[in-house]
């Protein structure tokens, strides 16, 4: 009985549609599909509170077996934020209370923000960004930017400017664009970093990192060089000589099949 109501909820369960499964983002190769997945659909790895392993737990006083609840807290993403590297912090929204008599008010918890410069081995270049304590410390536990980009997955980055520095990465790092001029050091940076290209393909590579709208005009971009749209007259005009060919051609089969069945000729 239990797997039969189990099937039948299998069976009712509508799958809720999303911008890359309806519409015109229904499009969109599955090379952008997996990165849009891993970034908006997968949950990214709690930064306020530590997640308890497992299902179920033992309560130290009672000794009686709990399910474990790690229920998320509710976070806020502002615009702002994907102007630097927030280290998968955000704003958090709750209530604050002064006194054990006092009401509570709403209140916002947000990260501390600092100006800073980081640096990328791969593109050799330093960037000015804004950046938050826990994305300061997750550069320098990583031991570097290019380490902690590539090794963190797009939904705990967020930002969009995290995501497009490790585009520019991935694809110097498949194209060995960087450090052209010195051989030796082109080749050190490549064998340092090249086991992360083990987890994408050349087209992951090409469509990562973009937001909704700039992959529809990358697509765009790409079905107008292949179409190659040619003038409609050019086109009927081809069509109209393949009839009249086509046409001429019965045309002289009916007329030979009529010379042999006709006995005056």
Not at 32 to 52: G, L, M, N, S
Not at 53 to 69: N, S
Not at 225 to 249: G, M, T
């Amino acid at each position: 009985m239990e797997s039969k109501l189990a099937n039948g909820l299998k069976l009712l369960y509508i799958p809720k549609k999303t911008k890359i499964s309806s519409g015109i983002g229904d499009r969109l190769p599955e090379a952008y599909k997996k990165f849009y997945k891993e970034w908006r659909h997968k949950v990214p790895e709690p930064v306020y509170y530590k997640a308890t392993p497992g299902k179920w737990t033992k309560d130290e006083k009672t000794g009686a077996v709990i399910p474990v609840q790690n229920i998320p807290i509710p976070l806020k993403y502002p615009k702002t934020m994907h102007s630097g590297i927030w280290g998968g912090e955000a704003i958090v929204q709750g209530f604050k209370q002064s006194g054990k008599y006092k009401s509570r008010v709403p209140h916002f918890w947000t990260p501390m923000l600092k100006k800073t410069v980081v640096y990328s081995e791969i593109l050799n270049k330093y960037m000015s960004t804004t950046v938050t304590e826990k994305a300061l410390d997750e550069i320098n536990k990583n031991y570097g930017l290019d380490h902690y980009l590539l090794k963190t997955s797009a939904c705990d980055l967020r930002t969009t400017l995290s995501l497009k520095i490790k585009r520019h990465i991935l694809m110097a790092l498949r194209d060995k664009t960087f450090y052209v001029d010195d051989n030796v050091k082109q080749q050190e940076v490549y064998d340092k970093y090249k086991h992360y290209l083990n987890n994408y393909t050349h087209e992951e590579i090409e469509w990562y990192g973009l937001t909704f709208d700039e992959a529809l005009l990358k697509m765009q971009d790409i079905e107008e060089l292949n179409e190659k749209k040619a003038p409609l007259k050019a086109k009927y005009r081809l069509e109209l000589i393949e009839e009249l060919k086509n046409s001429n051609e019965t045309v002289e089969e009916n007329k030979s099949w009529l010379n042999k069945l006709n006995p005056f000729n």
